[in-house]
Every structure is written in C-alpha cells, then in structure tokens.
C-alpha cells in the first residue's frame, strides 16, 4: 500500500471547494506517456493553475500501474523544478470495478472515479457506495457518475445518450457519500460529438436543476473537448481524416465552469493537437526517424493547448 501523500499528491476535496467558491473549474486531462505529462505539468505550472492527472484504465494498462506511481511522484518534484509546486490529483478516469478502484488507490492513487452509470439505479448505488467506504479510508476522494454520455473513449463505449435525471442526485449523492457527481447533460466522449448541421449544446437547464437539489455540491463534466478546427483542419491538411469533428463549443464551457461545475475532463483535444504536430513533421520531414524530434514538437503544441484552456475556458489560472 501506498499513500498518495507519500508521493506528494492531494485529493480533490479543497480543490473543488475552493473552484466553486471562485467560479472556475479544475482542468483534468488525461494522460498515457511522457510527453503528456511534462506538457500538462508546464502549462499549468506556467498558468499556476492546480491540476488533476487522469488516467483511464486503457491509459494504465499501456503505461503500466507502477511507472504510472512514480511518473505522477516525478510530476510533482517538475513543477517544484519549473518554480511553482502547483497542487496536483492523480485520478482514475471512469473505474468501472470495486477491484480496480481499490487497486488504483493500494497503488497512489488520491481520488477515483467509479463508473456504475451502466447498471440499474439501485446497482449504481450500492457499487459506489462500496468504493466510497473503503476509499474515505485512505482519504481518497470518489468521483460517481449518473446519466450516460455517448460517445467512444478507450474502454468506455455508448451509443445513446440519457440526460441526467436531477430528481436522482439528491438520493443518489445522499445514499452513496460520494464527494463528486459526473452528470450528463450533452458532452460527449471523443472527438466526433456531433454530426454537421447538429447545434452542439449543453443543457445549462438540467445542470441549473441539478444545482438547486445539491447546493454547492462539485460537479463534474466528462467529454468536454472542444475539437478545434484548426487543429482538426491541420490534421487534414497534413494526411489525416478527420471528416465532420465538432465538439462542445468554448464558450458554453466557459459558462458551466461558473457554475458547479468544477471538474471539467478534456482528452480528445490533447490528442487532436499532438496528432496535428507530428503529421506536420512527417509531412515537411520525412527523413526524419529521431522520436524526439516529432515528439518534442507534439508536446509544445500541446502545451499552448492546455495554457489556452485554463486561462481561456475554465479560469484555473492563478488559482494554484
């Protein structure tokens, strides 16, 4: 067993107090290697904004658990390297087992994500009312979901939509003590949100309902990549195929980070802006075969990505 405060990390609980008392809401991106990672770290170290490291159960089958335990330990010792020990979660993004959970948080974990938005209300219930108990054991936090997003994100797959129900979230945070709700009110996972001639919205109606039955309690929102089309026209431009991308407009990001809400998960836009940079470089250089050479770049650009998002879109800057 490992705590997480051995590794120098914090769970989520003042982090969420204190975005929801300023208005803003935490950035939690997900991450699988190296490069990630120091560009997460340097674009909020350099917004001296706090952060959540994600990580999916895809993400720790490719990256292995126990690099995964010290990649987030060597994250906090780079952000006090780049002069500001920002604070910083490691989270595992959508747990869909007691047993994976419980392993993430033996393993340093300092808040997970248990995922029972499949199952029956009453199955849902009781499957995060267990990871909660044995989590708030070792201070760790719990993230619960109801509603279902559509969308495709490694292991997590669905076809349609259900809308959060807010008169469930009164009974549902009550009954299972979970310290976040994931909520579902038209994000979606993946970089092909919505068809052309769809006007992607989000259901600021159903989150202002679900506010009034759990005041002042965190909300959090998944599939919240914006797909930038520039970015998406690059990836084009230099070979990809990415027809018909759209995401979730900033701005309507930029409302609900206001609100509540004060997790807001962004993983398809990372991924869209390191894809663009390293065509770039096949493209214009196609001698060329250092990793570093393509990966460098993939990195930087995702860098300015990520500092554009926390000062633009979830105001986390100068919150650290």
Known sequence: MISYKELGLVNSRDLFAKAMQGGYAIPAYNFNNMEQLQAIIAACVETKSPVILQVSSGARKYANQTLLRYMAQGAVEYAKELGYP???????????????????????????????????????????????????????????????????????????????????????????????????????????????????????????????????????????????????????????????????????????????????????DGRLAMTAAIRKVFVEKPEEFDPRKYLGPARDKLKELYKHKNINVLGSDNKA
């Open 86 to 268: 920002i604070p910083i979660v490691l989270h595992l993004d959508h747990g869909d087992s007691f047993e994976l959970c419980k392993n993430c948080i033996e393993f340093g974990f300092s808040s997970v994500m248990i995922d029972g938005s499949h199952l029956p209300y009453e199955e849902n219930i009781a499957l995060t009312r267990r990871v909660v108990d044995y989590a708030h054991q070792y201070d760790v936090t719990v993230e619960g979901e109801l509603g279902v997003l559509a969308g495709v994100e490694d292991d997590v797959n669905a076809e349609h939509h259900t809308y959060t129900q807010p008169e469930e979230v009164e009974d549902f945070v009550k009954r299972t003590g979970v310290d976040s709700l994931a909520i579902s009110i038209g994000t979606s996972h993946g970089a092909f949100k919505f068809k052309p001639g769809q006007k992607p919205e989000i259901r600021l109606d159903i989150l202002k309902e679900i506010e009034k039955r759990i005041p002042g309690f965190p909300i959090v929102l998944h599939g919240s990549s914006s797909v930038p089309q520039d970015i998406v026209a690059e990836i084009n431009r230099y070979g990809g195929k990415m027809k018909d991308s759209i995401g979730i407009p900033e701005e309507q990001l930029r409302k609900a980070a206001g609100s509540a809400v004060c997790k807001i998960n962004i993983d398809s």
